[in-house]
């Protein structure tokens, strides 16, 4: 359950630069919307990020996605936030007694030593700020998340749509005819959609 201290700024999920809108207009159909911080959804963003942007993503190698998620928040917000965080520097500050010292804290000289990135660095955060978040401070952040690979349960829509659809051994689809993935890929995009309304 570690807490963050990254570099970089927040990207909002709703508007026409946000997270919701770029999966859906890069066509990110197994991308996660609500938590960037899913492997799978990291790995899509990343490679949509390096062949839209790559002049930006090349700059930044240590780019990373972090998601601010408290397990014991039940209230209706705690599923997704307004924001994930873009970070350019991430540090990872682990659970009592992860560290290889046993101390889970830093002083102010070991972090803010020397700036955190380099010219070439620090230029291509601010071009994909103003590309994605414009407006948003870059800088500091401590972000909590009490369960990076948080679990969810799979939508019950969902799992009535791939009834009657299963992989057969060859990889091809089973099912109700030819092109009966296309149809459920389509249901979630449409999905995706009336959440950005």
Known sequence: MPVYMLYGFRWPRAGFTGIRVYIVLHNLEEATAEYLQQPLTTSLL????QKTEAGIIDRLPQLQFIEQYDPEDTSDDAVSKPYAYVGAKVLSIPEAGGAP???????PEEIFKESPLDDKEAEALV???DKYAAGERIGWYIVYNGDPERWFPPDEEEEGDMEGFEEDEEGGEDGDGEGGMRV???RRRRRRLLLLR
């Open 127 to 129: 071009e994909l700020r």
């Open 101 to 107: 010292s046993g101390e889970t804290s830093w002083t």
């Open 46 to 49: 990343l490679s949509s990020f």
């Open 184 to 186: 459920i890929r389509r």
